[in-house]
C-alpha cells in the first residue's frame, strides 16, 4: 500500500518541469506571514475566511503559524464554464456558518489572479457588515489583474506562467504537491492533443 | 462601440474576444466592446495614420485590455503599438494579454477546446 501511493506521488512528480517555490520556502514564507497576523490582529480575534479548494493547505499553514486566538470558516463559489454559464451568473454554492457583523475578517486566497472571483467574493462579504476585512493571498499575480483589489499580506509574486502544487490543480490533480511548479508541456492534453505545444 | 449585454454580443472579430466577454458577464463586470480608438501617428497632412483600438474597455476599473492570440514572433507590432499609446497617452490603462495569457485563462476556466483553437491558430491578422 505505502509502495503504491509513494509510485503515484512519483508520478506526479514526474510531470513537473521545474520547481518555482520549494516546500523550505513555502513553509518560510508563510511562517513570517502568521507572525505579522498574529502582531497586526492581536486582540481582535479576527475571522479568516478561505474559498474553496485551492486555499486548503496554505489555510491550514497559515492557521498553524498563527499565535492569536482565531477562528476559521470556508466558503465555495461555482466557477466559470461553458455549464455553469448557462445556469447564469457565479454564485456561491457554499456559504459561511458565521455572522460577519462587526468581525474583523481576512480573507484569505491561495493566488489572486484576474480578481473577478475575489471581487465578486468581497463585494458579498462586505455587504454583512464586517468591521474589517482585508485580503491575505500566498500568490499574487498581478499581471493579469483585471479588478483593482488591494492586498494587505502578499507571500510571494507569481510569474506569468501556468503553475501547479501546494492547493493550485490542473484539472484537479497536483494540489497535493507540497511545492509550487510548472508542468511539462506534454501534461497538459486535452483529447490527445497537448495545449500547450 | 458596443456594450455588454448578457444576451446580445456584438459581433466579435475573433472567438477568443467572446469568450473573455462571457467570463467577464459571468462575474457580473461591465465591458465595452472597442468603444474608442487612439491615433498613434499622422501624416504630413495632419490625418490619422495608424490609430489603436483596445478591444475591451472595463468602465468601473478604466482600465482598457487588448487581445491577442499572435504567436510571439509575430507580436512585434502589437507591442510597437502598445509603447507609443504609453508615450501618446500615459494616463491610459492598457494592459495586454497575449496568446499564452489567454490559453492560461482558458485552461485556468476548464475550457480546454478554446485553449487548444489558441493553440492551433498560426496567426490572426495584425490589427
Redesign the interface.
Known amino acids: 500500500m505505502i509502495e503504491d501511493s509513494s509510485n503515484r506521488s512519483e508520478e506526479l512528480r514526474a510531470n513537473i518541469r521545474e520547481i518555482l517555490f520549494s516546500t523550505e520556502q513555502i513553509e518560510e514564507r508563510v511562517r513570517a506571514m502568521g507572525a505579522e497576523i498574529s502582531m497586526d490582529y492581536a486582540g481582535r480575534n479576527p475571522l479568516l475566511v478561505g474559498v474553496l479548494k485551492g486555499v486548503l493547505f496554505f489555510m491550514a499553514d497559515l492557521l498553524r503559524s498563527i499565535s492569536i486566538p482565531v477562528e476559521v470558516d470556508f466558503m465555495a463559489v461555482s466557477s466559470y464554464s461553458p455549464e455553469a454559464r448557462e445556469r447564469g451568473l457565479v454564485r456561491l454554492v457554499k456559504d459561511l456558518e458565521t455572522p460577519l457583523v462587526e468581525r474583523h475578517v481576512l480573507f484569505v486566497e491561495d493566488v489572486v489572479d484576474t480578481g473577478l472571483t475575489l471581487n465578486y467574493l468581497l463585494q458579498n462579504l462586505r455587504s454583512r457588515k464586517p468591521s474589517s476585512l482585508e485580503v491575505c493571498t500566498l500568490f499574487n499575480k498581478s499581471q493579469h489583474r483585471l479588478i483593482n483589489i488591494p492586498i494587505k499580506y502578499e507571500g510571494f509574486e507569481l510569474p506569468d506562467l501556468f503553475v501547479v502544487g501546494y492547493g493550485l490543480d490542473y484539472r484537479e490533480r497536483y494540489r497535493n504537491l507540497p511545492f509550487v511548479g510548472l508542468l511539462k508541456p506534454e501534461a497538459f492534453q486535452s483529447g490527445s492533443k497537448n495545449i500547450f505545444e | 462601440m458596443s456594450k455588454s449585454r448578457k444576451n446580445h454580443h456584438p459581433k466579435f472579430i475573433h472567438p477568443s474576444e467572446e469568450t473573455f466577454a462571457?467570463?467577464?458577464?459571468?462575474?457580473?463586470?461591465e465591458w465595452e466592446y472597442e468603444p474608442r480608438t487612439f491615433p498613434l501617428a499622422w501624416d504630413e497632412e495632419g490625418n490619422v495614420s495608424e490609430a489603436f483600438a483596445p478591444d475591451f474597455y472595463?468602465p468601473e476599473?478604466d482600465?482598457y485590455?487588448e487581445l491577442t492570440t499572435l504567436r510571439p514572433e509575430l507580436t512585434n507590432r502589437k507591442n510597437r503599438k502598445m509603447r507609443r499609446m504609453q508615450e501618446l497617452y500615459p494616463s491610459i490603462n492598457v494592459?495586454l494579454?497575449k496568446r499564452?495569457?489567454i490559453?492560461?485563462?482558458m485552461?485556468?476556466?476548464?475550457?480546454?477546446?478554446q485553449?487548444?483553437r489558441i493553440?492551433g491558430t498560426e496567426a490572426q491578422e495584425d490589427q
Open positions: 462571457r467570463i467577464l458577464d459571468y462575474y457580473g463586470i472595463l476599473q482600465l485590455i494592459k494579454f499564452r495569457d490559453r492560461n485563462l485552461v485556468k476556466y476548464g475550457l480546454d477546446q485553449a487548444q493553440a
